[in-house]
């Protein structure tokens, strides 16, 4: 096996070159991309010659696939592949990918189609290294936490902000409510690696009052998004970037003056999350199963 690892930062990410995604994987290639992943939470792969249902078919090494949103439309023809378009939404906010339902994907593809000439970056957080950050009494507070997650907010934009457009984009997207209860320090089900599982989905601490509940969740978020946590990948067209989404927030950096930025996205159905104690998160309303199967 021609696999090469090559670290991108001390905490986060690395660039994995040797490996033709164009073509089916060996087993042997897929565990060594499964282990850089739980290792790195953030792999920067070429795509050159990839298609939407190379894409497809290489996410699929890892699990059973999603379709592309529960509530946001996919691109025509691929139902498991969502637009991540400028001109559809800009997700320059912190987050994990779709954590507002019961079983999250555990890993995110995105492939770059169009980059724009400067800015455009993807910021991407490891959790795990947040919660070894965390000072022993508030690691030991976060254990104890549980945290509402819900796709029904209005992402901290000022409403003379929101246009006419951006009012239709957040009524697609909240055209289903979904809330679900996530454990605030959720166990990584192959590690065993305890990360922060919080990002902007997270509206408030089970227990807590709106107001306490953002004093605790930005005092969390705050460790997660310190600098030496965080990997900025600057885009080059054909580039496929993977990432663990049980285990990293990341964040779309709106810097590039309204030019074109597209790139295409596939998830990776993932596990219902659990606690230190081994309990299990628990939805509080909608049903994403039209969107997500569990892994097992």
């Not at 990839?50 to 290489?58: M, P, V």
């Not at 309990?279 to 892994?295: F, R």
């Amino acid at each position: 096996m021609s696999l090469e690892i090559t670290k991108l930062t001390a905490r986060i990410g690395a660039r994995v070159s040797g490996v033709d995604l164009t073509r089916p994987l060996a087993p042997e290639e897929v565990a060594g991309i499964r282990e850089a992943l739980n290792i790195h939470k953030a792999l920067v792969l070429d795509a050159r010659g990839l298609d939407d249902a190379g894409q497809q078919a290489f996410a699929r090494h890892f699990g059973d696939l999603t379709t592309a949103h529960p509530t946001v439309g996919a691109v025509d023809g691929a139902p498991n592949v969502l637009p991540v378009d400028s001109e559809r939404g800009r997700a320059n906010h912190w987050h994990t990918d779709v954590t507002f339902v019961l079983n999250p994907p555990q890993a995110t593809s995105l492939r770059s189609l169009t980059v724009p000439p400067y800015g455009g970056e993807t910021l991407i957080a490891n959790a795990g290294a947040a919660y070894r950050d965390l000072p022993e009494p508030l690691r030991r507070l976060a254990d104890t936490l549980w945290a509402e997650h819900t796709n029904d907010y209005d992402y901290a934009v000022p409403e003379e902000d929101v246009d006419e457009e951006k009012a239709a984009q957040r009524a697609r997207f909240t055209s289903i409510t979904y809330r679900t209860a996530h454990p605030v320090v959720r166990v990584h089900p192959l590690t065993g690696e305890r990360g922060l599982f919080v990002g902007g989905f997270a509206q408030r601490v089970v227990g807590l009052s709106a107001g306490d509940s953002r004093k605790v969740l930005e005092l969390l978020q705050s460790y997660v998004t310190r600098p030496e946590n965080v990997l900025r990948h600057r885009w080059s067209e054909d580039e496929l970037v993977l990432f663990d989404n049980r285990i990293t927030q990341h964040y779309a950096v709106d810097n590039y003056d309204g030019l074109p930025r597209r790139l295409h996205r596939v998830t990776v159905a993932g596990e219902v999350p659990v606690g230190l104690e081994g309990k299990e998160s628990y939805a509080i309303e909608g049903d994403a199963s039209h969107y997500t199967p569990v892994a097992a």
